[in-house]
């Protein structure tokens, strides 16, 4: 059974920083890359980010790009995402999720297909 | 504006089938098979009803069946039930190595 434990949410103001973690069991971690998604209030899903099982690729949504990093320890099972200029807009819950791709394929392709298993959320709002 | 296109709602009776759209472009769902689709319930994560097109899960029903053609991509639930009543996305790999999701569209089972 693959469990996701988010923790890190919380209130920040505008252009304040913020990280949010997810800690994962269940699965072998540093297999598979791992996902960041958000959900503004009232709004579909939103991709944020993609790191791979290593940590050696790294990829954002244009949105995110330069203010957001994430990294991963996967001697610690643990995927995070560190927020930094923070913007109302960026007020959402933000989910935590590991990647289908297995760790051979991609390797041999450099594709990945997305989201499997996802954690419970964490809701960060920015507001003054 | 998301870049995958979802109709913003459907709906059918108990028992009767429907089928949501998700149309992209020629740099991700036309580019690769690799679309998913979730089903997201009020208040909680989304769950994953489809991968790679068309492939389910292990625990999902077989109602739930993928297709794509060309540039679009659908998702058809048959034998419609109560418990199906939620929000429908689907996502696509990129040709920018990104992901993206389609807009949502909310099932209503009358």
């Known amino acids: 059974q693959v469990y996701l434990v988010q923790s890190g949410g919380g209130v920040v103001r505008p252009g304040g920083s913020l990280r949010v973690s997810c800690e994962a069991s269940g699965f072998t971690f540093s297999g598979y890359g791992m996902h960041w998604v958000r959900q503004g209030p009232g709004k579909g899903l939103e991709w944020v980010a993609f790191?791979?099982?290593?940590?050696?690729?790294?990829y954002y949504a244009d949105s995110v790009k330069g203010r957001f990093t994430i990294s991963r320890d996967n001697s610690e099972n643990t995927v995070y995402l560190q927020m930094n200029r923070l913007q109302a807009e960026d007020t959402a819950v933000y989910y935590c999720?590991?990647?289908?791709?297995?760790?051979?394929?991609?390797?041999?392709?450099?594709?990945?297909?997305?989201?499997?298993?996802w954690g419970q959320g964490t809701l960060v709002t920015v507001s003054s | 504006q998301s870049a995958l296109t979802q109709p913003a709602s459907v709906s059918g009776s108990p028992g009767q089938s429907i089928t949501i759209s998700c149309t992209g472009s020629s740099r991700d769902v036309g580019a690769y098979n690799y679309v998913s689709w979730y089903q997201q319930h009020p208040g909680k994560a989304p769950k994953l009803m489809i991968y790679?097109?068309?492939w389910r899960p292990s625990g999902v029903s077989n109602r739930f069946s993928g297709s794509k053609s060309g540039i679009t991509a659908s998702l058809t639930i048959s034998g419609l039930q109560a418990e199906d009543e939620a929000d429908y996305y689907c996502?696509?790999?990129?040709?920018?190595?990104?992901?993206?999701f389609g807009g949502g569209t909310k099932l209503t089972v009358l």
């Open positions: 790191i791979r099982y290593d940590g050696r690729n790294k």
């Open positions: 790679e097109v068309s």
């Open positions: 996502s696509s790999y990129t040709t920018s190595s990104t992901l993206e």
């Open positions: 999720a590991k990647d289908q791709t297995p760790k051979f394929y991609y390797d041999a392709s450099g594709y990945y297909y997305g989201p499997d298993n």
